[in-house]
């Protein structure tokens, strides 16, 4: 008389646990990116990023185009490109909202700023010009976002940097 013995499984192979190991970790990995914590240090460099991008771009499309542009900023987050076409001077875009919760001052040596106002008829209150020989009246940017800040420099003649 032979006698069998049931064998009965108890736990889990090496491998299901692999397989639900795998799966953990894909679904760790896509979760996870939304879980960094934006900081106000990162959400500064981003807007510094992006507002030195702009105008770099607005003096280089002034010394391609050969003509005077002014920077303004319209309330406190806005800042606009103005161009002289046909005698007067238009307001072309919005070249940067800065976003809401992030506080900008502008800071430029107001004499030659002024003067350059008025030789080139511009009215309203100008921040930077950008001059068709690809310099600019110097000036600071200043972000801030609750106790951190950013500025943005531009010398006037070289490319504008952050500190």
Same mark, same amino acid.
């Given at each position: 008389?032979?006698?069998?013995?049931?064998?009965?499984?108890?736990?889990?192979?090496?491998?299901?646990?692999? +397989?639900?190991?795998? %799966?953990?970790?894909?679904?760790v990995g896509m979760?996870?990116?939304?879980?960094? +914590?934006?900081?106000?240090?990162?959400?500064?460099?981003?807007?510094?990023?992006?507002?030195?991008?702009?105008?770099?771009?607005?003096?280089?499309?002034? *010394? %391609?185009?050969?003509?005077?542009?002014?920077?303004?900023?319209?309330?406190?987050?806005?800042?606009?490109?103005?161009?002289?076409?046909?005698?007067? *001077?238009?307001?072309?875009?919005?070249?940067?909202?800065?976003?809401?919760? %992030?506080?900008?001052?502008?800071?430029?040596?107001?004499?030659?700023?002024?003067?350059?106002?008025?030789?080139?008829?511009?009215?309203?209150?100008? +921040?930077?010009?950008?001059?068709?020989?690809?310099?600019?009246?110097?000036?600071?940017?200043?972000?801030?976002?609750?106790?951190?800040?950013?500025?943005?420099?531009?010398?006037? +003649?070289?490319?504008?940097?952050?500190?």
């Amino acid at each position: 008389m032979t006698t069998t013995t049931a064998f009965t499984q108890r736990g889990f192979t090496l491998l299901e646990l692999l +397989v639900v190991l795998v %799966i953990l970790a894909a679904l760790v990995g896509m979760v996870t990116p939304y879980l960094a +914590v934006n900081t106000d240090r990162d959400s500064l460099s981003k807007t510094s990023q992006a507002l030195r991008f702009a105008l770099q771009d607005m003096a280089d499309q002034s *010394w %391609i185009e050969g003509s005077n542009s002014v920077l303004s900023q319209d309330g406190a987050n806005h800042l606009d490109l103005w161009q002289r076409k046909e005698g007067k *001077w238009h307001k072309l875009r919005t070249v940067y909202q800065i976003p809401s919760n %992030i506080l900008l001052t502008a800071k430029s040596d107001k004499e030659p700023l002024r003067k350059g106002l008025d030789a080139l008829g511009f009215e309203k209150k100008g +921040v930077v010009i950008f001059l068709s020989n690809g310099e600019y009246t110097p000036f600071k940017i200043k972000l801030t976002l609750n106790d951190s800040n950013m500025s943005l420099i531009g010398d006037g +003649v070289n490319e504008i940097r952050i500190q």
